[in-house]
Nanobody, 114 residues
Framework: VQLQASGGGLVQAGGSLRLSCATS????????MAWFRQAPGKQRAVVGT???????NYAESVKGRFTISRDYAKNTLSLQMNSLKPEDTAVYYC?????????WGQGTQVTVSS
């Protein structure tokens, strides 16, 4: 099982990006999943989580701007990011935790210019 993240890029402040994380080899429904991010010189921090039961939670800094969702048909976890700010600039990682397994995606760069 692997996590394949995609969708990063460069966007102006106020713009939007959508990140996707595909769980190749296994249904996305099996995992509690999350998005993390790591800005230069800072520790990796959670952006939001999505449980197998459908609950989502978000860091205070992104509440109301970011939305996590699953596509069970495509086995993907998405992160819709709106009203982006320069402080959202970071490498974004998807994470999955299942029974006896923990996975990280390879990271995708998001850069927000002011």
């Amino acid at each position: 099982v692997q996590l394949q993240a995609s969708g990063g890029g460069l966007v102006q402040a106020g713009g939007s990006l959508r990140l996707s994380c595909a769980t190749s080899g296994s249904p996305v429904s099996l995992y509690d999943m999350a998005w993390f991010r790591q800005a230069p010189g800072k520790q990796r921090a959670v952006v939001g989580t999505a449980t197998t039961g459908g609950r989502t939670n978000y860091a205070e800094s992104v509440k109301g701007r970011f939305t996590i969702s699953r596509d069970y048909a495509k086995n993907t976890l998405s992160l819709q990011m709106n009203s982006l700010k320069p402080e959202d600039t970071a490498v974004y990682y998807c994470h999955a935790r299942g029974r006896n397994i923990e996975l990280w995606g390879q990271g995708t760069q998001v850069t927000v210019s002011s």
